[in-house]
């Protein structure tokens, strides 16, 4: 996971943080629809659906009634994380449906994270069908919810994957914050998001929800971050 992930204690302290600061925290489909022009609320999402959001986030969101969004790789629920590239052959649990049905009725939201957790970018188009498609139809019979937003894997997306999931009806897709939408907004369908590391600090976690200049250094961070965790692309592609 190189520092792509929190501690505990770390995730406690911000939103310990957050929550003295104000925050309204709502699920993702909340923001989208009634508090998106409102400054003050917020959503957490998760990518990928390991068992640790539920061993220890949860319990920490849950004693501030807080809810989130989390983005399931359909294909790897109750499995570990064989589609990571593994380095150091350490893996990983993810949710099993039990879990991910009492985060559910917590009041949490699930999106999609595509069915295998690869690249979309590149695939023919029919491939992009499936991965769209199937994951969502997956989630939302099994576990009878919607699933209104998608996760593109590694935060890569284009025209072709904004399209195809209009088409299988997606409200939106989530990715990395490209700097141009900075100075312009993205389409009403692409919803930038700032990812929150290891190694960020109180006053970083600030900084992602100002609209000053110290934005940018947290896009740029976030940015150079992303570029060097794609060694799982490369890893994958060899395999």
């Given at each position: 996971m190189g520092i792509t992930f929190v501690t505990p204690g770390k995730f406690q302290k911000q939103i310990e943080f957050l929550h003295k600061q104000?925050?309204?925290?709502?699920?993702l489909t909340e923001l989208i629809q009634n508090y998106y022009n409102d400054p003050s609320a917020i959503a957490i999402t998760f990518d990928d659906g390991y068992k640790n959001i539920f061993k220890f986030g949860f319990?920490?969101?849950?004693?501030?009634?807080?809810?989130?969004?989390?983005?399931?790789?359909?294909?790897?629920?109750?499995?570990?994380?064989?589609?990571?590239?593994?380095?150091?052959?350490?893996?990983?649990?993810?949710?099993?449906?039990?879990?991910?049905?009492?985060?559910?009725k917590a009041g949490w939201e699930i999106g999609s994270h595509s069915v295998n957790h690869k690249s979309l970018i590149g695939m023919k188009l029919d491939q992009i069908y499936y991965e769209l498609n199937e994951s969502k139809t997956i989630l939302e019979n099994q576990f009878k919810t919607s699933v209104n937003y998608f996760a593109s894997p590694f935060g890569r997306t284009n025209y072709q994957v904004l399209e195809m999931a209009k088409k299988v009806g997606y409200k939106g897709i989530c990715g990395f914050f490209p700097f141009k939408y900075i100075k312009q907004k993205p389409p009403r369908e692409?919803?930038?998001r700032l990812a929150v590391y290891y190694t960020d600090s109180l006053p970083s976690i600030a900084r992602k929800l100002s609209h000053e200049k110290s934005l940018k250094i947290e896009i740029l961070k976030q940015n150079v971050i992303n570029f060097c965790a794609n060694a799982t692309l490369v890893v994958d592609t060899l395999r």
């Open positions: 104000k925050y309204k925290f709502v699920t319990p920490i969101l849950q004693k501030y009634n807080i809810p989130a969004t989390v983005f399931v790789i359909s294909s790897s629920i109750s499995n570990k994380n064989n589609w990571d590239a593994n380095l150091g052959w350490i893996q990983y649990d993810h949710l099993s449906p039990s879990e991910i049905s009492k985060l559910i692409i919803i930038p």
